[in-house]
């Protein structure tokens, strides 16, 4: 696996881009993004509860962070799906005194017999100090935790 960020991404500061290859086809993929017991094993606390259905609301819980102002607490609403193609969900920090509100967009292209997968997570605000420290925590989690817990899954997967 490799996950690199586009040259551009640094200097977009709403926005945190992914771009990781999968070894893996894109329905093996799909299912890892949206099958609950598969989102479980990757993703936070409460992605059992997702189902893909737009305008599907649930819950999810991390640990808080509070010099990023992080609840640890995201109301998740679905807002669009391409089956086997794209994801996209709204997240929202339960703290009405975290304005965090981002959309985070999955895209899957087939690449040989593997997934060039994309995430696109946007909707920070730059002349927020703590969403610029969100941004750079929730960055690096996605290049290296999350795609190494999502890589997991997939090797698992028969």
Same mark, same amino acid.
């Given at each position: ?41 990757? !993703?936070?606390?409460?992605? !059992? ?60 292209? !087939? ?48």
């Amino acid at each position: 696996m490799n996950a690199h960020t586009p040259d551009g991404d640094a200097d977009d500061l709403t926005t945190v881009r992914v771009d990781q290859f999968l070894p893996h086809p894109p329905a093996k993929v799909w299912r890892a993004l949206t099958e609950p017991q598969l989102l479980v094993q990757w !993703q936070m606390p409460g992605s !059992q509860d997702f189902r893909l259905e737009v305008g599907h609301r649930y819950r999810m819980t991390s640990v808080p962070r509070p010099n990023s102002r992080f609840s640890g607490v995201v109301d998740v609403q679905v807002l669009a799906y391409d089956v086997e193609r794209m994801l996209s969900v709204r997240w929202v920090d339960t703290d009405p005194a975290n304005p965090a509100d981002w959309t985070i967009t999955w895209t899957l292209e !087939q690449e040989g017999r593997g997934t060039r997968l994309f995430l696109v997570h946007e909707g920070f605000d730059p002349d927020d100090p703590a969403q610029m420290l969100a941004r750079k925590i929730m960055g690096g989690g996605w290049r290296t935790h999350v795609m190494r817990s999502l890589g997991h899954t997939l090797e698992g997967l028969r």
